[in-house]
């Protein structure tokens, strides 16, 4: 069955750093999605990708679907406390059904 | 609005006690889904369901039963609870499976003792 991996499981970052959280499917995907989880909090939807190739921007978050469309890619910039969460990409296949990765853990040092 | 609606909120079982957990939703969704969510291992997929009278397995469905007889409502069912069924549930719901995403409810907090 489809596997979803990501990495890191964790990143801690400076404030005002950038950082990048990957995401790998062992299969090609229809379209990816990215959520986000503040803790103690129930994920959100942030963006779904659906072409090869495609980015997508909002703010100060980018978000790549691979040529492929078997990776995806998350790059926030300038890094701010009220990006603390768990962000989780999520791969639909052809039979509707949504899986997640692992998700990375974003702490930030203010 | 109210989105997606899970109850209860909080629960414990004994080991081999059965239970539903409820999901509704108001947003006229055909698409619905039951995850669990342990540290370190995301949302793993229990069922999902495509429309109302249509029901599948997804990634862990040992243990758990689904019916969706209305499009609104989406029950998941503990058979015989487990300690390793211990986790955080969560119910989320889409219009047509992917192009808006999932709406996920608050979660259910669920521990078997």
């Known amino acids: 069955g489809q596997q979803v991996m990501q990495i890191p499981q964790y990143q801690h970052v400076q404030e005002g750093e950038d950082f990048t959280t990957y995401c790998n499917s062992s299969t090609t995907l229809s379209n990816i999605q990215w959520y986000k989880q503040r803790p103690g909090g129930h994920p959100v939807f942030l963006i779904q990708l659906v072409k090869s190739g495609e980015v997508k921007k909002q703010k100060r978050l980018t978000f790549q679907f691979g040529e492929a469309k078997k990776n995806s890619s998350l790059h926030i910039t300038a890094t701010q406390t009220t990006d603390v969460g768990t962000y989780f990409c999520a791969g639909l296949s052809g039979d509707y059904k949504l899986s997640f990765g692992a998700g990375t853990t974003v702490t930030v040092r203010a | 609005n109210a989105g997606v609606t899970q109850t209860p909120k909080f629960q414990v079982l004994k080991t081999g006690q059965s239970m539903t957990l409820q999901c509704a939703q108001d947003?006229?969704?055909?698409?619905m889904s039951w995850y669990r969510q342990d540290p370190g291992m995301g949302l793993r997929l229990i069922h999902y369901?495509?429309?109302?009278?249509?029901?599948d397995q997804g990634e862990v469905p040992n243990g758990y039963n689904v019916s969706r007889s209305t499009t609104e409502d989406f029950p998941l069912r503990l058979l015989s609870a487990a300690p390793s069924q211990t986790s955080v549930y969560f119910c989320a719901s889409s219009r047509n499976g992917g192009d808006y995403g999932y709406t996920f409810g608050s979660g259910t907090r669920l521990t078997v003792v």
């Open positions: 369901s495509v429309g109302a009278g249509i029901t």
């Open positions: 947003m006229n969704h055909e698409y």
